[in-house]
C-alpha cells in the first residue's frame, strides 16, 4: 500500500519561498505519476504538477508555471515541490498524490492514493 507524507508546509510572506516534500513508500515508484495539488478553503482541489518518476519529466499548471518547480529524489524516495516568489492567491492545503503508470494527468480523480496534506499560508 502506498503512502505518502507531505511536509514542509508552514507561513511566509509574499515574494518568500517554501519547499514542500512527500515522502513515499510501500511500493517501488519507477512507474508511477506523482502529483502535487492543493485545495483552498471553498474551492476544488486544483492541478499544481507532476512527474513521471522514471523520466523526471514535469508538467505544471499555468498559474505557478516559472514559479514552482516540481522534482524527485530516487535515492529517498521523495518528491519535492520547490515554491518560489509566493503570493497570498498561492494560500491552501497542498498534497501529494500518486497514481500507477499513465501520463501527464491534471486532475485529481486519475489519482488513487493521496497523503494528509500540509497548509501553506503566504501574507500579503
Known amino acids: 500500500q502506498v503512502q505518502l507524507v507531505e511536509s514542509g508546509g508552514g507561513l511566509v510572506q509574499a515574494g518568500g519561498s517554501l519547499r514542500l516534500s512527500c515522502a513515499a513508500s510501500?511500493?517501488?515508484?519507477?512507474?508511477?505519476?506523482m502529483g502535487w495539488f492543493r485545495q483552498a478553503p471553498g474551492q476544488e482541489r486544483e492541478f499544481v504538477a507532476c512527474?513521471?518518476?522514471?523520466?523526471?519529466?514535469?508538467r505544471h499548471a499555468d498559474s505557478v508555471k516559472g514559479r514552482f518547480t516540481i522534482s524527485r529524489d530516487n535515492a529517498k524516495n521523495t518528491v519535492y515541490l520547490q515554491m518560489n516568489m509566493l503570493k497570498p492567491e498561492d494560500t491552501a492545503v497542498y498534497y501529494c498524490?500518486?497514481?500507477?503508470?499513465?501520463?501527464?494527468?491534471?486532475?485529481?480523480?486519475?489519482?488513487?492514493?493521496w497523503g494528509q496534506g500540509t497548509q501553506v499560508t503566504v501574507s500579503s
Open positions: 512527474i513521471i518518476w522514471s523520466s523526471s519529466s514535469t
Open positions: 510501500g511500493r517501488t515508484f519507477g512507474n508511477y505519476i
Open positions: 498524490a500518486a497514481r500507477l503508470g499513465g501520463w501527464y494527468y491534471t486532475s485529481p480523480n486519475e489519482y488513487s492514493s
